[in-house]
């Protein structure tokens, strides 16, 4: 993070990647004993899930008129480690060697993203 970015964008982007996740895990509590699509797509969490991307795509564009993409757009990729722990620890989801280290690739690109 540069000094003359400052911090609130990266509060922004923050509140982006967390409102992403929390949208992601929403759609799949979403599917959780669901007869068929129609269903899933009238029940609370699928619809609190739809509106968190929302949210999540108004707080991405605020962070994005101090931030430059090629920074921003690669941390969002944070959100496949938080989303993919969570659903191993919500939902039993495999989670292997084969995540922890795509995780760990996924974590060190962003870090390297951020170096500019």
């Known amino acids: 993070m540069t000094a003359a970015i400052g911090v609130w964008p990266y509060l922004w982007l923050g509140a982006a990647i967390a409102l992403g996740c929390g949208g992601q895990l929403l759609l799949k509590a979403g ?6 699509f129609a ?6 969490p699928t619809l609190v899930g ?10 991405y564009m605020v962070a994005l008129r101090r931030i430059p993409v090629s920074v921003a757009f690669p941390s969002v990729a944070l959100s496949y480690a938080v989303v993919a722990l969570m659903g191993h620890w919500l939902w039993q989801e495999p989670f292997g060697w084969p995540q922890i280290g795509g995780l760990v690739l996924i974590s060190a690109g962003v870090i390297l993203i951020h170096q500019h």
């Open 31 to 36: 599917t959780v004993d669901t007869a068929d």
């Open 39 to 44: 269903a899933q797509l009238l029940r609370p």
């Open 50 to 59: 739809l509106l968190l991307y929302g949210l999540s795509a108004l707080a």
